[in-house]
């Protein structure tokens, strides 16, 4: 398919679409790392805290990241509270 300038700024072309999904997955892409970050922030903060004792509750905070939506701070509530 030929693509044209005004293809990206017509918002029913399909290159606007496909520009658009690019935008859309690197926005998610930038969500998950921040998230990631402060995951990784507040495990160095507990680590020295005390709070965190055994590479399980690392383990444990990694696989709520990748299998919800959580907050880091949520997610860290989580194990303590277990």
Known sequence: MKINKEDTTYSNSMA???LQE???YSRYLRRKAERMEE???LAVMYIHEG???D???ID???SWFNH?????YEIFEKIFNN
């Open 22 to 24: 690019m935008t859309n």
């Open 60 to 62: 444990c905070a990694r």
């Open 55 to 57: 590479t399980k509750q």
């Open 16 to 18: 606007f679409k496909l």
């Open 51 to 53: 709070k965190i004792t």
């Open 39 to 41: 995951l990784n922030r």
């Open 68 to 72: 919800s939506d959580l907050e880091p």
